[in-house]
T-cell receptor, first 113, second 114 residues
Framework: AQSVAQPEDQVNVAEGNPLTVKCTYSVSGNPYLFWYVQYPNRGLQFLLK??????LVKGSYGFEAEFNKSQTSFHLKKPSALVSDSALYFCAVRSGSARQLTFGSGTQLTVLP | DTEVTQTPKHLVMGMTNKKSLKCEQHMGHRAMYWYKQKAKKPPELMFVYSYEKLSINESVPSRFSPECPNSSLLNLHLHALQPEDSALYLCASSQDRGPTGELFFGEGSRLTVL
């Protein structure tokens, strides 16, 4: 079985401040981890993924995420938030043996000007 | 071309109507997906096609009928829907069904069932 938790429904941050969106996971075997972003009335867009190798993964729009195996976490980060980063963020996980991807419940990020 | 194109963007239908949602990708991807998404919720997998064959049906009611005419096209035929079927329907594709590939999503078709 696999699962992913996004403990915060809502994250508010001031423009220019660093942002973190939290994600923890549970899988049997090696995890493959993904972050997607969804802007209002749009589909999901892929931001970044961790498959293997370097624990710090860099993705689109200045986002990065750190894979922490001991804490089973894959938090999304950005050094300086933009108002345009305001969106719904989904973490997702899949193990090698799983049939499909499992999405977290989503975190609404609001960047305040 | 890294796009997944979905039509129509909006659809309103009565419970007795028959309609179809269409999805197209030209990235050479061999896996295509239909997801259903309610507002502010994660997408829920409905169907997966791999190399044009249905590989996953997540116990979706028969009023939803998928079709994959070729490797670039995916349809979702709708018949006798219920108001609770109103949602955003997302099509996605990936290189194949392997676990490491990311999904490319379309903009979605917003369905309202009256």
């Amino acid at each position: 079985a696999q699962s992913v938790a996004q403990p915060e429904d809502q994250v508010n941050v001031a423009e220019g401040n660093p942002l973190t969106v939290k994600c923890t996971y549970s899988v049997s075997g090696n995890p493959y981890l993904f972050w997607y972003v969804q802007y209002p009335n749009r589909g999901l867009q892929f931001l970044l993924k961790y498959i293997t190798g370097d624990n710090l993964v860099k993705g689109s729009y200045g986002f990065e995420a750190e894979f922490n195996k001991s804490q089973t976490s894959f938090h999304l980060k950005k050094p300086s938030a933009l108002v345009s980063d305001s969106a719904l963020y989904f973490c997702a996980v899949r193990s090698g043996s799983a049939r499909q991807l499992t999405f977290g419940s989503g975190t609404q990020l609001t960047v305040l000007p | 071309d890294t796009e997944v194109t979905q039509t129509p963007k909006h659809l309103v239908m009565g419970m007795t109507n028959k309609k179809s949602l269409k999805c197209e990708q030209h990235m050479g991807h061999r896996a295509m997906y239909w997801y259903k998404q309610k507002a502010k919720k994660p997408p829920e997998l409905m169907f997966v096609y791999s190399y044009e064959k249905l590989s996953i049906n997540e116990s979706v009611p028969s009023r939803f009928s998928p079709e994959c005419p070729n490797s670039s096209l995916l349809n979702l035929h709708l018949h006798a829907l219920q108001p609770e079927d109103s949602a955003l329907y997302l099509c996605a594709s990936s290189q194949d069904r392997g676990p490491t590939g990311e999904l490319f999503f379309g903009e979605g078709s917003r369905l309202t069932v009256l």
